[in-house]
C-alpha cells in the first residue's frame, strides 16, 4: 500500500448511473481536499461524463463506450495501465472495474449484494443499509478521508443557464416566477406514479401562480405531454422531457423552487442543486441506501409488507394490486409540496 505521499495519480470508477455518479461527488469533493496535488481522473460510461465534466475536484473525464470498438475494454485497460495510477477507488464493484483495477493499488466500498438480497427475497424488513453516499466514503477510510456533509453536487456552464433562460422567456416565463419542476420518468413501472395525479398537483400550483415545467429523457417526454393534456385549460405549462441534456436540466433545477419526482437520477440531480425535493417512492424503499439526502427533502410513500419488493423496481407488480402507487393519493404530495414552499434552498 502506498504511502499519503507517493499518491499522485487517482482513477474513481462509476460507471453509471445518474443517482449513483452524483452521490460519488461528495467523496470527489473530500478527495480533493486530501490530495490537493494530485491528479484525479474520473471514469464512467460516455453518456453520463457531462455530469463530471465541469466538477473542479477533478482534472479529467474518461467515458467509456464498449459500443464504439470491438476491444473496447481490453483497450480501456491498456490506457489505465499507461496513466500508472497509484490508486484506484472502485465504486461500482463489477465485473469490468475489477478487470481495469487488477495489478492496481485498489479499494472498494461494500456492497452488500446478499443483504439486498435478503431485504428483497426473505422480506427481511429490519435489515436498512446506510446511504450509498456514505458507503462510498468506505473505499477512501484507507486513508482517513471522512464526509464533510456538505451535499452533492453537478456543475454546468453558461450556456445551459443562457439556453433555458431562453425557453423560459419563449414560455412567458420570467425570472421572477415561481417554479415547480416536475419529473415524471423512471426506470421501472414500480417506480412510476399516475398520470392524473401528477395533473392535479400541477393544477393546484398552477392555479397558485407557479408555473409547471417537465425535465426528463425522450422516454418522458410521450408521459408530461399526457400529463400536461389532463391538466384544466389555462394553466399553462413547458415541457422540456427530452429537449434538455442533463446540465441543462440542472439549470431548470437551480431555478426551481419545489421539485416533484420519482425515486429515479433526477431526485439527485436535483439535490445537487440544493433544491427541495418531494419523491414518490413506490417499489423500492429506504432499506437500500439509495434515498435523497435529509435536507430539504421528503418522501411520500406507503407502508406496506410487501415493499420493497424489488432492488430497482420491476415491470409489474409481482401481488397484482400496486398499492404502493395507489394508496398515494394527490393530496397528500400537494401537502408535502407546500411544506417545503417558501423553504431556502439547501446550504
Not at 496535488?37 to 460516455?46: C, E, G, Y
Not at 413501472?189 to 398520470?195: I, Y
Request: proline share 4%; net charge positive; with cysteine.
Amino acid at each position: 500500500m502506498p504511502t499519503p505521499d507517493q499518491i499522485k495519480r487517482i482513477l474513481v470508477i462509476r460507471f453509471s448511473s445518474i443517482g449513483d455518479i452524483i452521490l460519488t461527488t461528495p467523496l470527489l469533493r473530500c478527495l480533493r481536499q486530501q490530495f490537493p496535488d494530485a491528479q484525479i481522473h474520473f471514469l464512467t460510461k460516455v453518456q453520463f461524463v457531462d455530469l463530471i465534466r465541469h466538477n473542479p475536484n477533478i482534472n479529467e473525464v474518461i467515458g467509456f463506450d464498449s459500443k464504439k470498438e470491438k476491444n473496447a475494454l481490453s483497450n480501456l485497460r491498456k490506457k489505465l495501465r499507461e496513466n500508472n495510477y497509484d490508486w484506484v477507488i472502485d465504486l461500482h464493484q463489477n465485473l469490468r472495474s475489477l478487470y481495469l483495477k487488477r495489478g492496481f493499488f485498489s479499494t472498494s466500498y461494500p456492497k452488500h449484494t446478499f443483504k439486498r438480497w435478503l431485504i428483497t427475497n426473505l422480506n427481511q424488513r429490519n435489515i436498512y443499509l446506510s446511504p450509498i453516499y456514505e458507503r462510498y466514503f468506505e473505499a477512501v477510510q484507507t486513508f482517513g478521508i471522512r464526509n464533510d456533509n456538505l451535499g452533492t453536487e453537478v456543475f454546468f456552464q453558461k450556456e445551459n443557464t443562457e439556453k433555458i433562460q431562453l425557453l423560459f422567456s419563449e414560455k412567458g416565463i420570467s425570472p421572477s416566477q415561481k417554479i415547480l419542476t416536475i419529473c415524471t420518468g423512471a426506470s421501472a413501472f414500480t417506480k412510476r406514479w399516475f398520470a392524473e395525479r401528477f395533473a392535479e398537483v400541477a393544477d393546484h400550483f398552477a392555479q397558485k401562480n407557479y408555473k409547471i415545467v417537465f425535465i426528463g429523457g425522450k422516454e418522458d417526454h410521450e408521459t408530461s405531454e399526457k400529463i400536461i393534456n389532463m391538466m384544466q385549460k389555462g394553466n399553462e405549462s413547458l415541457n422540456l422531457a427530452g429537449k434538455c441534456s442533463l446540465l441543462d436540466s440542472a439549470a431548470v433545477l437551480q431555478q426551481s423552487e419545489i421539485v416533484l419526482t420519482h425515486d429515479t437520477g433526477m431526485m439527485h440531480l436535483a439535490q445537487s442543486q440544493k433544491c427541495p425535493v418531494v419523491a414518490i417512492f413506490g417499489a423500492t424503499t429506504r432499506h437500500f441506501g439509495f434515498f435523497p439526502t435529509p435536507e430539504k427533502s421528503i418522501v411520500v410513500e406507503k407502508q406496506l409488507a410487501c415493499r420493497p419488493c424489488s432492488f430497482h423496481g420491476g415491470a409489474v407488480c409481482p401481488r397484482g394490486h400496486f398499492d404502493c402507487m395507489k394508496t398515494i393519493e394527490a393530496r397528500e404530495v400537494i401537502e408535502s409540496l407546500e411544506k417545503l414552499v417558501g423553504k431556502s434552498k439547501i446550504v
